[in-house]
């Protein structure tokens, strides 16, 4: 097992996990929907995440949906003391493919209770709330859906509790309700709207997973990060993470794949050690 992942560990509460993750989305099958078209693929790469000393696993009942979380435990259960699975509520699927919020208390509480029988756990370690849709976050309380999460947690059903999809507004009315140890939004070296709020993160110890580090990206922007990635001979994503890792120490990756060979390059990307002039050009493209 790997003892050096790059940006060491992070502590959600009372849960230390390393910095790198892995996002397990891509492991349904396409849509996120259905089972992957390699079942024994798909078990490899969560395996090797185990291997490679990755203790961060972010899925979703929604992926598949189910299938994704089923993998988990078919793979990895009876877990590893260290490894701890981080996932998420508050949307579900419908057959075209969408995701609807199911933010409901009983859809919530059938949610969890799904992802607890699907993973094969007594407690969840970390559940995060997912707010907005799938355009993204959307003004509206917290109060009704955390407070369901808070009382689930309080019945021994969940340890730790996160938002995602979320405005700064949303995060601060949630961390009003009961103690927030993660917000996880869109953001990248393109998309940088949460600036302000993951310092704010930092300094009060609540970590910001990003996720889709390669999503919105302007066609002038990708070459911008392109002519970085060539000039390091690295790809752009190896970049993107690196550049997130050595953003904020309270930001933690999770970079999905369905590929051993694609996570073991993500890992060693994410290591790449981006000098003062490389992120001063970097930081540019966010304003391109």
């Known amino acids: 097992m790997s003892s050096s992942l790059p940006g060491g560990t992070w502590t959600l509460g009372d849960l230390s996990v390393s910095r790198f993750g892995y996002g397990a989305m891509q492991l349904a099958g396409p849509g996120v929907m259905g089972p992957p078209a390699d079942r024994d693929a798909a078990l490899a790469v969560l395996r090797e995440v ?8 972010d899925t979703a009942g929604a992926y598949g949906p189910r299938f994704t979380n089923q993998l988990i435990r078919e793979a990895l259960h009876p877990y590893p003391e260290a490894l701890h699975i981080v996932t998420k509520v508050g949307a579900d699927r419908d057959r075209q493919g969408g995701w609807p919020p199911a933010r409901k208390p009983e859809e919530l509480r059938r949610a969890v209770h799904e992802n607890l029988e699907d993973l094969g756990l007594e407690a969840l370690d970390l559940v995060n709330l997912r707010l907005g849709n799938a355009e993204g976050p959307r003004p509206e309380s917290v109060a009704e859906a955390l407070g369901t999460l808070v009382e689930l947690q309080q019945q021994g059903l969940i340890r730790q509790l996160g938002v995602s999809n979320a405005t700064a507004e949303q995060v601060a009315e949630a961390r009003a309700i009961a103690p927030i140890v993660c917000v996880q939004n869109m953001y990248n070296l393109a998309y940088r709207q949460d600036d302000k709020l993951i310092d704010e993160l930092a300094e009060q110890g609540i ?7 390669l999503g919105g990206f302007n066609p002038l922007q990708s070459s911008a990060l392109s002519a970085v990635a060539a000039r390091l001979d690295a790809t752009p994503l190896s970049v993107a993470l690196a550049w997130l890792l050595q953003r904020s120490p309270n930001i933690l990756l999770i970079p999905g794949t369905s590929s051993t060979a694609h996570l073991r390059e993500n890992v060693t990307g994410a290591g790449l050690r981006l000098s003062p002039e490389d992120l001063t050009e970097l930081d540019k493209i966010g304003h391109q």
């Open 50 to 57: 185990r291997d490679l000393g990755i203790t961060h696993i």
């Open 207 to 213: 970590a910001y997973v990003p996720f889709f580090p």
